[in-house]
């Protein structure tokens, strides 16, 4: 059954300009994440964002309470925790599926 689908557009540009400012990489994204590039990066957000929606956008999710991974074929997945963790359990979610993309300049992504 499915409780929630989020989608959401991310300007790679906007991301950009965000990571340029002090204290926004370490306040949005994991260590691990920080380590790609500016459109990688606009995905993930786009995904935290797209999680946040599906989960009926609760006030006092932190934002490295969701990892965005990725395995050895670029498939990407999520690793929840602690705030975004508790809510995923409340909802009894045991499943999320996120896809990811890229292209003229905007990052897309959309968890079910």
Known sequence: ????IGVD??????IREACAR????DRVFTLAEQQGSEQTLAGRFAAKEALAK???????????????????TGRPSLL????VGSRVDELGISRMHVSISH???VAVAMVV
């Open 1 to 4: 059954m499915i409780l929630g």
């Open 80 to 83: 929840t925790t602690g705030t």
């Open 54 to 72: 599906a989960l009926g956008a609760p006030g006092g999710l932190r934002w490295t309470d969701c990892e965005v991974l990725s395995d050895e």
């Open 103 to 105: 292209d003229a300049g």
């Open 9 to 14: 557009v991310c300007s790679i540009d906007r």
């Open 22 to 25: 002090p204290g926004f990489t």
